[in-house]
Antibody
């Protein structure tokens, strides 16, 4: 039974770097056919895709965030991570990690999400 | 401004049918599969429909999906109060080289 669990700091100061980790259980993160994504949702707003990293090592980033983000995988810990640099209040959101099936382009399952607030 | 366009809200009475549209372009829906997600307040989205019209195990057949050209539609029949939630469509955009979502539709079951 595949499960994803996000871990984040809760509160980040403006201009600092946000680091998030998603631990995967029930599947190997480097299994063929797997992609792993981050999606966020500002309070009261819709979903915004952030980035993906696939079993091939390929990465794709939201063009609007590309200059400030980095996604990586740690196969020894079976988790993947996101770094968002130079955060502002506009980055306040619930951050979800999810497994994406690249051929069908759908997300399943999702982590429960972690709220990150950017404030001094 | 979302790349995919959904109505902000729809409503219908219990037992009735509702459809939610998702409009895109030739760089996304026109060439890629569409998925739909259901999201209750303060919870994670849940996959409802994948590859345009397929239902994951455990999703009732009251939920259906279809795609035509650059648009997709989610249908829900036999509406229940428990269906009140936000619904999002999503797909890959080959021009942006990334995932795009609709702005979401809030379903109210009157």
């Amino acid at each position: 039974h595949l499960q994803l669990q996000e871990l984040g700091p809760g509160l980040v100061k403006p201009s600092e770097t946000l680091s998030l980790t998603c631990t995967v259980s029930g599947d190997f993160i480097n299994n063929r056919g797997n992609c792993w994504d981050w999606v966020r949702q500002p309070p009261g707003e819709g979903l915004e895709w952030i980035a993906t990293i696939c079993f091939t090592g390929n990465t794709y980033y939201n063009p609007s965030l590309k200059s400030r983000i980095s996604i990586s995988v740690d196969t020894s810990k079976n988790h993947f991570s996101l770094r968002l640099y130079s955060v502002t209040a506009a980055d306040t959101a619930v951050y979800f990690c999810a497994k994406r099936i690249p051929f069908g382009d759908y997300f399943d399952p999702w982590g429960q999400g972690t709220l990150v607030t950017v404030s001094s | 401004q979302s790349v995919l366009t959904q109505p902000p809200s729809v409503s219908a009475a219990p037992g009735q049918k509702v459809t939610i549209s998702c409009s895109g372009s030739s760089s996304n829906i026109g060439k890629k599969n569409v998925s739909w997600y259901q999201q209750f307040p303060r919870t994670a989205p849940k996959l409802l429909i994948y590859e345009n019209d397929k239902r994951p195990s455990g999703i009732p057949d009251r939920f259906s999906g279809s795609k035509s050209g650059t648009s997709a539609t989610l249908g829900i029949t036999g509406l229940q109060t428990g269906d009140e939630a936000g619904y999002y469509c999503g797909t890959w955009d080959i021009s942006l080289n990334g995932v795009v979502f609709g702005g979401g539709t809030k379903l109210t079951v009157l």
